[in-house]
């Protein structure tokens, strides 16, 4: 069964802090791995992970996946309170358009 | 440019109602999916589409239909709900690996 794990599940940080998110995995069939950033509504698209050792990067958020090890990292760096969300990892499995999502991080920032 | 719609917003529904979700999307888009959310558990998806007149079983198909008769529009059938089927369900569109979700549907069985 494919299986998406992160985290931790909730973390609290201060302004200008760093903070790393992890997503591991177990799937089928490996296509590609995305991370997403839900506020209050519909999750908005951050990254898409396909290649390891690859870093991509937006702004203060990189993420990198290593899929020797099944995992994926998002580092957000001098958080502010507007990175407050929930943030999703999921991973398409090669069989048609499945994608299985993880329970999310959710990440409150403090001013 | 709307992109992705879900209609209705809100809906209370008693044990053995039927009822049906919309979702509409504007960006020409193949590929379309619905998903539903519940607390502490992500998204899981319950059925998808890969085009006009196909569907396909996601993770969590049971007590759900769908069909997809014109490309833009996904719909989402529960043909006798189930206290279970609380939640919140996104719809979501794409070409190909990036999803545009809508705002959800929030819905409450009784």
């Known amino acids: 069964e494919d299986k998406v794990v992160q985290s931790p599940l909730s973390l609290v940080v201060h302004e200008g802090d760093t903070v790393t998110l992890n997503c591991s995995y177990e799937v089928t069939n490996f296509r590609s791995l995305l991370w997403y950033k839900q506020e209050k509504k519909a999750p908005t698209f951050l990254f898409m992970l396909?290649?390891?050792?690859i870093e991509k990067k937006s702004g203060r958020l990189s993420s990198i996946l290593d899929k020797k090890e099944l995992f994926s990292i998002l580092n957000i760096t001098a958080t502010q309170t507007g990175d407050s969300a929930v943030y999703l990892c999921?991973?398409?499995?090669?069989?048609?358009?499945?994608?299985?999502f993880g329970p999310g991080t959710r990440l409150s920032v403090l001013p | 440019n709307a992109g992705v719609t879900q209609t209705p917003k809100f809906r209370v529904l008693k044990t053995g109602q039927s009822m049906t979700l919309l979702c509409a999307q504007d960006m020409n888009h193949e590929y379309m999916y619905w998903y539903r959310q519940d607390p502490g558990m992500g998204l899981r998806l319950i059925h998808y589409s890969v085009g006009e007149g196909t569907t396909a079983k996601g993770e969590v198909p049971d007590g759900y239909n769908v069909s997809r008769l014109k490309k833009q529009n996904f719909l989402l059938g529960l043909e006798s709900a189930a206290p279970s089927q609380t939640s919140v369900y996104f719809c979501?569109?794409?070409?190909?690996?990036?999803?545009?979700f809508g705002p959800g549907t929030r819905l409450t069985v009784t």
């Open positions: 396909t290649s390891s050792g």
């Open positions: 979501a569109s794409g070409d190909s690996y990036e999803q545009y």
């Open positions: 999921a991973v398409e499995s090669n069989y048609g358009q499945n994608f299985v």
